[in-house]
T-cell receptor
Framework: DADVTQTPRNRITKTGKRIMLECSQT?????MYWYRQDPGLGLRLIYY???????NKGEISDGYSVSRQAQAKFSLSLESAIPNQTALYFC??????????????FGPGTRLTVL | QQQVKQSPQSLIVQKGGISIINCAYE??????FPWYQQFPGKGPALLIA?????SEKKEGRFTISFNKSAKQFSLHIMDSQPGDSATYFC????????????FGRGTQLTVWP
């Protein structure tokens, strides 16, 4: 979905490096999410934010941190990357004011490889 | 603890056949059950969703069947086509968490021509 963009789309980094993944949206949604996808494990929630001042841990937040710089921007950081953080990362948004507030709109993903 | 259990992990169906993917949940507070479709290289996108006040919802060739007493729901794809080949995720949420989704592990569907 072009309304939700993620940068970079692909990244290779080394163990111990700090890395930031960025997500921007033009949908005007208040809620944003970060997931990681691993084969056979589905989509697992890392962090979510219901507005700029609200940040919540998901089911696998250890080793990650986030920043909600503005309503439209939500960044995910890996402070010291490790190989088992190699995965496909997705950002998603939703609109709490919409009747279909449960629907989440996903970005195209960032493929991260930690060597 | 996985909130939503999905099966099978992979499914191969012949063109024109019926594809069936099943999900089960334990939390009776869940009140919204969507299915997401993901094509290779893309993010997941909402395909169809159901709320527990109905037992079935149909949109074109896609149908959700919902069994509240068994805490199960399933996706049926009628007349499956090669273009339906994708990964499908079931999910669930509850109103109190307003928008947070709990996903199943996904089913990779391949439809042979």
């Amino acid at each position: 979905d072009a309304d939700v963009t993620q940068t970079p789309r692909n990244r290779i980094t080394k163990t111990g490096k700090r890395i930031m993944l960025e997500c921007s949206q033009t949908k005007g949604h208040d809620r944003m999410y970060w997931y990681r996808q691993d084969p056979g494990l589905g989509l697992r929630l890392i962090y979510y934010s219901f507005d700029v001042k609200d940040i919540n841990k998901g089911e696998i937040s250890d080793g990650y941190s986030v920043s909600r710089q503005a309503q439209a921007k939500f960044s995910l950081s890996l402070e010291s990357a490790i190989p088992n953080q190699t995965a496909l990362y997705f950002c998603a948004t939703s609109d709490s004011s919409s009747f279909s507030y449960n629907e989440q709109f996903f970005g195209p993903g960032t493929r991260l490889t930690v060597l | 603890q996985q909130q939503v259990k999905q099966s099978p992990q992979s499914l191969i169906v012949q063109k024109g056949g019926i594809s069936i993917i099943n999900c089960a949940y334990e939390n009776t507070a869940f009140d919204y059950f969507p299915w997401y479709q993901q094509f290779p290289g893309k993010g997941p996108a909402l395909l169809i969703a159901i709320r527990p006040d109905v037992s079935e919802k149909k949109e074109g060739r896609f149908t959700i069947s919902f069994n509240k007493s068994a805490k199960q729901f399933s996706l049926h794809i009628m007349d499956s086509q090669p273009g339906d080949s994708a990964t499908y995720f079931c999910a669930a949420s509850r109103g109190s968490t307003l928008g947070r989704l709990y996903f199943g592990r996904g089913t990779q569907l391949t439809v042979w021509p």
